[in-house]
């Protein structure tokens, strides 16, 4: 059975760094692709970061580009999502999520932005909160 677990949300000022980890199980790790996605207050849903486990292939939301990482260990089974600069507008529930899909078709689309339904395992988030 697919799981996946995050961890690492928290508290940080504005300007601040934080690192989230989505630990997985249950599957072939480099089959899958993994997205982190958020649910800001009062707000949609939205995809932040996602990368393939085979070639490590990464897309970024528009806002976080530059200022989020997202990495993927395979020995650990691990995704991170590395934030940095923080700003309050980053408060939110951040959720991992993943799918199964080859790298040659994963760099065809940003399937986060465009096909979030697509992602058919999601872990029950965490809380990040950026305030002074």
């Known amino acids: 059975e697919l799981h996946l677990v995050e961890s690492g949300g928290g508290l940080v000022q504005p300007g601040g760094s934080m690192t989230l980890s989505c630990a997985t199980s249950?599957?072939?790790?480099?089959?899958?692709?993994i997205a982190w996605f958020r649910q800001l207050p009062g707000q949609g849903r939205e995809g932040v970061a996602c990368?393939?486990?085979?070639?490590?292939?990464?897309f970024y939301e528009d806002s976080v580009e530059g200022r989020f990482t997202i990495t993927s260990d395979s020995a650990l089974k691990t995704v991170f999502l590395h934030m940095t600069n923080l700003k309050p507008k980053d408060t939110g529930v951040y959720h991992c999520?993943?799918?199964?899909?080859?790298?040659?078709?994963?760099?065809?689309?940003?399937?986060?932005?465009?096909?979030?339904?697509?992602?058919?395992?999601w872990g029950q988030g965490t809380q990040g909160t950026v305030s002074s």
């Open positions: 249950g599957f072939t790790f480099e089959e899958y692709a």
């Open positions: 990368i393939s486990n085979t070639d490590t292939y990464e």
């Open positions: 999520a993943a799918f199964t899909i080859s790298f040659v078709e994963f760099r065809k689309r940003d399937y986060m932005r465009e096909a979030s339904h697509e992602f058919d395992c």
